[in-house]
């Protein structure tokens, strides 16, 4: 499977099963359309030959040149590669029950009253609670217990708001870093927050303790200010703007996450981006689309997605140029790293919720991540008795992307794994499902990211600026396959 594209003068071509990418020119991205349409090399030279008869430039011979690069390229498994991981995906989540990841929901409350909220401003269409050092403790230990030979594990503190429990945040972090040792574990967590309650012992906590700090800003004043309100109805950008500048330079602008949501209000979401870069100072960058019932205010049309793919390509274009100039800038969705990417296991198996990742709730009830809280038929058990419900999580443990038909024909597949499942459940009733808006989003993102890989390995200025080789998980599982 191929797929095929044009983007800010580029002709790009992707492998999908190989992951090769392959900038090419109008005669090479011409005859492996037609191959890949069906002609024989015949056929296609000479559809070519017509096409291009009047253009001396292209030769009889150049069109035979041009298919042996192509078979070669073929023979080298870097096109047209054929599918050798369907027989191999429902065995890698069969291997283990570990667990790595916590999404610790320390307080079921929140100060402020987002409209948009998916959790119901913040407690997750039940009852409000904070979570006692008693319950998040004995959730570390869960953790360990549950976490094999693994020695990295991944801790977010997350509501509601979770400074609403920072007394807790502290003991618990204090709590792992006082075992971690002997356990022979190491910690990495990370903060999820919306502002209003950062103070300077925050700041200086999270700067020591926490991995990555994520910070929930939707860009302009009065595109925040419209759904993020506080319970008496005022926006909060004045408040935590200061803030969360005041964090980010004492992080030396390094490990946090300006988080936005983008709604049918602001489409024209890179002027959120931009104001976030430009007026405030934050470089690290992410902008999610909003996941609402249709028919919503806020909600997403399908009248909006030709303005967000032209947003998504201006957004690619631009972060080049800020490249150039020696001021760039990061967005969350086009890290891509198309030597040294994400294992055909993570490609396959996706974020590992419900089987490596699962939330906890402010009484320790098990849930496969933070969307399905509050949904009993996904409750998995709890932190004192574990995982009782199995045949949920062996669920999702086989929930990866060969589990869902409608990701059969897709070229993104293995760049999302078959998407959120939470998202799924929402738009289709099952896991296995796919939320197509979402998908075609995803689609748009991934080819604005490759084409700006393409840019930085080709264009001279921008030469170096290609991502280094990301390092090798050393807690990873051989899985079979060399990758």
Known sequence: MIHQYKLNGYNIVLDVYSGSVHAVDE????????????????????????KYAGHPEVTDQDIQDCFDDIQELKEAGKLFSQDIYADHAFDFKGRSNVVKALCLHVAHTCNLNCEYCFAAQGKFHGESGLMSFETGKRALDFLIENSGTRRNLEVDFFGGEPLMNFEVCKQLVAYARSIEKEKG?????????????????????????????????????????????????????????????????????????????????????????????????????????VVSKAGSPEALTDADLPVLFDQYELLAKDMLRREKAGKPITFYHYILDLAHGPCIYKRISGCGSGTEYMAVTPWGDLYPCHQFVGDPAYKLGDIWNGVTNTALRDEFKLCNVYARPDCKDCWARLYCAGGCAANALHATGDIHGIYEYGCKVFRKRIECAVMIQVAKNLDPELAGTAPAPAAQDEDCESCGINC
């Open 27 to 50: 005669l090479a991205y011409d005859a492996i359309a037609l191959l890949d349409a069906g002609d024989d090399r015949e056929t296609a030279a000479q559809k070519l030959a017509a």
């Open 185 to 289: 574990k190491n910690f990495r967590f990370t903060l999820t927050t919306n502002g209003i309650g950062i103070t300077d012992e925050v700041i200086q906590w999270a700067n020591k303790e926490c991995y990555n700090v994520v910070l929930s800003l939707d860009g302009r004043k009065e595109v925040n200010d419209r759904f993020r309100k506080d319970l008496a109805g005022n926006g909060s950008y004045d408040r935590i703007v200061p803030k969360f500048q005041k964090l980010v330079k004492a992080r030396g602008g390094k490990g946090y996450y300006m988080r936005g949501t983008f709604t049918h209000y602001n489409t024209d979401f890179t002027n959120d981006l931009f104001h976030m870069a430009d007026d405030l100072g934050f470089s690290e960058l992410s902008m999610e689309p």
